[in-house]
Structures are given as structure tokens and as C-alpha cells.
């Protein structure tokens, strides 16, 4: 075999094919250099996919087609088709909460970077219910779902058919039978496990079944480094909820390995769910290319919490995720808190973690002890010198798998939502947070967070430093991924 293949290589014309093909690769290389000089946005991360994409574009061509990309364009292109129909729902509803008088005055001052960034308003009149674990946060959510009368939305990153997922899908299925529109909505990638079958029985059940990135699939299946990682649950337009849990046994405690998982949920009731309801839209739209008929009039009422509802994601003009974290970080005077299960932040968040520590803010990072993911574990060690080392702290929570994404600014503002501390989140996922002034549930969040830090241990710098050259190197050739991680 190996003798005839030796002769076939021998033909001219078969020569001729490999060395065309070969110059092709090589030319598609340097066209791709090129993009990633012209459109990258870090001069690390440009040196070293030209390095790769010029000197060795067998292989790298095929990574750049995977995790080369910074921006979901496509995502972009389906909402300038139905620009027209979004643009005019939108500017309704921002004129709608103006109007009513819910545009929150506080946030025109310190807080309007935040409020360009999600493109909606703070309103005024919420009322925000914390949701501590698994059992409060699908208790209340589920309650919510029964209680709907007109329609329920669903979005979730992880879906599984265990138990927890099968009673979602029957409560949704007696949702459809009473005559509630039900519009169901997962992450391909992030429920990869899901049977074909669960979103069959859901479809015959008349559930309107999405996922993120099917009609789209063709033209980006070389996209699956791009995730939509929002949790959201909106019930006629009035209630809603956002956080870090997902379908499956696991966020609910009975996983052996994680043992306790500890997340938390918001449940949002007032003009806010406009908003929320808003960023599943936008999701739904790319999804489907519908826009179905919903309750847009808000709730009226403007006594209670202010709060924004701040989707992030890589369609966005601005890197929005990590600006929110840098500005949370900014804006602190006293105290920044964030919680997330993974650490693994930029050049620029490093920075901002760096200053805070400086003006004597008590700067606190809590990540779990337990590991999900190896190689972010890893690369969470590659930071301590610069942050812990210059004198923030970094809690590992040891009561179980911690998986909350929280922020904390002062006695201020609270944020509850998606996005973890690390690149993916700033520039790779579709995330979502809730962003809220009222002190009682800022008080409410502060007081839940130094529960958990009373379940944690405060890691020191030197547990990098003492471990041994090899674990050390692994951990630096682990950084080098940071971006995709």
C-alpha cells in the first residue's frame, strides 16, 4: 500500500495538485494574518495568530476557524434585517418607561456608562427577591411558571434530561395544555447532552423550541466558541428571573463529586422585566427571525429599587462585559466584592483590581476550591502575584462548588447575573446581569457574601510560588490560552 501511494505521489499531475493545494493553505494563511492584523484587538493575541497562521497554516487555519473570531457578526447582520421592527419596539419601550416617569434620576450621574452600555434605562419601582441555591431559586421559579396566564419565556445555557429537567419539560407541557404560549430557547453547545428526543416531546406539545444557533448553523458552524450563557425566565411580561443556574440535578445539590452548589437567582418584578424581557427578544429574534406579540406596557409604579438590566455579548460594538467590570471596579470607594467560579481576568481588569487596592478599597475575588474545569483552575494561579501579591484578597469557597456571578460595589450597588470573571465571559458569551441601587437588597447581597466568605479560606500568594517548576511552568503555558478559556 505504502509502495503504491509512494508511485501515485510520483505522477506529475498529482504533484502539481499538492503543491497548489499547499500554496492555497499558505495563502489563506497570510489572507487570515492579515484579518487578525487588521481586526484584533490585542497586540499579543495578533503576533501570536499571524506567527501561527504564516509559519504553520495547516494546523492554525483550523483553530482560527473555530476561536479566531472576536465577533459574532452574524448575530449583528440577522437584527440590521429586522432593524425596522426591533429599532421601533425598542424606542417604544424606552419612551414607555420614560413616560411613566421610571427612568431612575440617580443613574444619570455616575452610573450612565451603564446605562449606554445596555442601551435601555434604569427604571424605578422594582422589587428584587434574592434566591440563595438550587432549591429557593427552581421553587420560585417554577411557582412563577404555574402562576402564568398569557405566556412564559425560557432560556437557559445547560439543559439535561435528569429529573430536574423532566419536571421543567412536563410544567411546561401543562403550561401549553392550559392555553399559555411557551417559548422555550437553550444553548447548543452549552446543552450539547440534550436528546433530540426532549425537544421533540416539548415541539408535539406545541412548546415554540429554539435553539440559539440553528437557522444560522451553515453559515456558523465554525462558531461554537460563541455561547449564549443567559439564564432567563420571564412569565407575561411581569416577573422575571436571571442568575447563574442551570437545568440539571448538579445546580440542585445531588451531584456526588460538587456535593453543596451554591448560586444564586433574582427574581424581578416590575418595568425592569420590560428590559429583560427586552435581551430574550434579541435572542429569540436571531434564533427564530421572529418577533412574537408580548406584553410591552410596564407595570407603573415608582416607589421601590432602581434597576438595569445589562446584557452583554460579542455582537456588541464595545467589549460591554469586561467595561462593566471595570467600571464596577472604578467606581468603588470602600469595597468591590465578585463572585465567580472562574478567575481568569484581563491586562485591563488586573489593572483596575490593582488600582482599587491602592486607594484602600477592600478588594475581595471568591472562586471554589473545588474544580470543574482543569485548565481555568490552572490559570487562575498564574495571576496571585499581581493581584494577591499587591494586596487583594482571593477567597476559595470550600462548602462545595461555588457558581454564583456576583458583584458588590460599596453599601451602592448590587449586580446579579451570568458573566464570570474571565475572557470568555468579556468577549466570547452572551451574557446578562441586573444591576440594582435600593440599599436593602444591596445590604441583602452584602450580608450574603460574608456568609460565604465565612465558608471559605483566604488563599496566599505563596501557594503558587512553593509549588513545584513544573507545576509553575504548566500554569504559565496555561495563561497563554487565557483568551479562549
Not at 402 to 416: F, G, N, T
Amino acid at each position: 500500500m505504502l509502495a503504491g501511494l509512494r508511485e501515485l505521489f510520483e505522477v506529475p499531475w498529482v504533484q502539481w495538485v499538492g503543491f497548489g493545494l499547499i500554496l492555497c493553505i499558505h495563502l489563506a494563511g497570510l489572507l487570515a494574518g492579515v484579518y487578525v492584523l487588521m481586526t484584533g484587538r490585542t497586540s499579543q493575541g495578533v503576533v501570536g495568530w499571524i506567527l501561527g497562521l504564516w509559519l504553520l497554516p495547516e494546523i492554525s487555519l483550523i483553530l482560527f476557524l473555530f476561536f479566531g473570531p472576536r465577533k459574532f457578526y452574524g448575530y449583528v447582520t440577522a437584527h440590521r434585517r429586522g432593524k425596522e421592527a426591533l429599532d421601533r419596539l425598542t424606542t417604544k419601550l424606552a419612551r414607555s418607561l420614560e413616560a411613566m416617569g421610571c427612568a431612575s434620576p440617580p443613574a444619570r450621574g455616575e452610573f450612565r456608562a451603564l446605562e449606554n452600555l445596555a442601551r435601555l434605562p434604569f427604571t424605578a419601582g422594582n422589587t428584587l427577591r434574592l434566591l440563595i441555591d438550587g432549591e429557593a431559586g427552581f421553587g420560585a421559579m417554577f411557582e412563577t411558571i404555574r402562576e402564568a396566564k398569557h405566556y412564559v419565556l425560557v432560556q437557559f445555557y445547560i439543559v439535561r434530561d435528569d429529573a430536574l429537567g423532566r419536571e421543567l419539560k412536563l410544567l411546561l407541557l401543562e403550561k401549553c395544555r392550559e392555553g399559555v404560549a411557551v417559548y422555550f430557547l437553550y444553548d447548543p453547545v452549552g446543552s450539547h447532552q440534550l436528546p433530540r428526543a426532549y425537544e421533540s416531546v416539548l415541539s408535539d406539545g406545541v412548546v415554540k423550541v429554539f435553539s440559539f444557533n440553528r437557522i444560522h448553523f451553515i453559515k456558523n458552524r465554525y462558531k461554537i466558541n460563541f455561547r449564549n450563557h443567559r439564564k432567563i425566565i420571564v412569565t407575561d411580561g411581569e416577573v422575571a428571573f436571571v442568575g447563574g443556574l442551570n437545568v440539571g440535578e448538579e445546580y440542585l445539590g445531588r451531584n456526588a463529586y460538587f456535593g453543596r452548589w451554591r448560586d444564586t437567582m433574582v427574581r424581578v418584578e416590575g418595568p425592569a422585566v420590560m428590559s429583560i424581557q427586552h435581551c430574550f427578544l434579541e435572542d429569540w429574534y436571531w434564533a427564530s427571525g421572529l418577533i412574537p406579540e408580548w406584553n410591552w406596557t410596564p407595570r407603573p409604579g415608582c416607589a421601590g429599587a432602581h434597576v438595569l438590566t445589562l446584557p452583554t455579548g460579542p455582537a456588541d460594538e464595545l467589549e460591554t462585559c469586561g467595561l462593566t467590570f471595570i467600571h464596577a471596579i472604578h467606581s468603588a470607594q470602600k469595597r468591590i466584592w465578585i463572585t465567580s467560579p472562574y478567575f481568569v481576568p484581563d491586562g485591563a481588569v488586573v489593572a483596575a483590581l490593582q488600582l482599587a487596592v491602592m486607594r484602600g478599597v477592600d478588594v475581595r475575588i471568591l472562586i471554589p476550591e473545588k474544580v470543574d474545569h482543569r485548565l481555568v483552575y490552572l490559570a487562575s494561579f498564574a495571576y496571585l502575584d499581581e493581584t494577591v501579591g499587591c494586596g487583594m484578597k482571593l477567597y476559595r469557597y470550600t462548602a462545595g462548588f461555588m457558581h454564583q456571578k456576583v458583584i458588590l460595589v460599596d453599601d451602592a450597588v448590587a449586580a446579579v447575573g451570568t458573566a464570570n470573571l474571565d475572557n470568555r465571559s468579556f468577549r466570547i458569551n452572551f451574557e446578562l446581569f441586573v444591576v440594582c441601587l435600593e440599599q436593602g437588597f444591596v445590604a441583602e447581597v452584602r450580608q450574603m457574601l460574608e456568609h460565604d466568605f465565612a465558608e471559605s479560606r483566604l488563599v496566599s500568594v505563596e501557594e503558587f510560588r512553593s509549588r513545584s517548576f513544573a507545576f509553575r511552568l504548566l500554569v504559565r503555558v496555561v495563561r497563554l490560552l487565557a483568551p479562549v478559556l
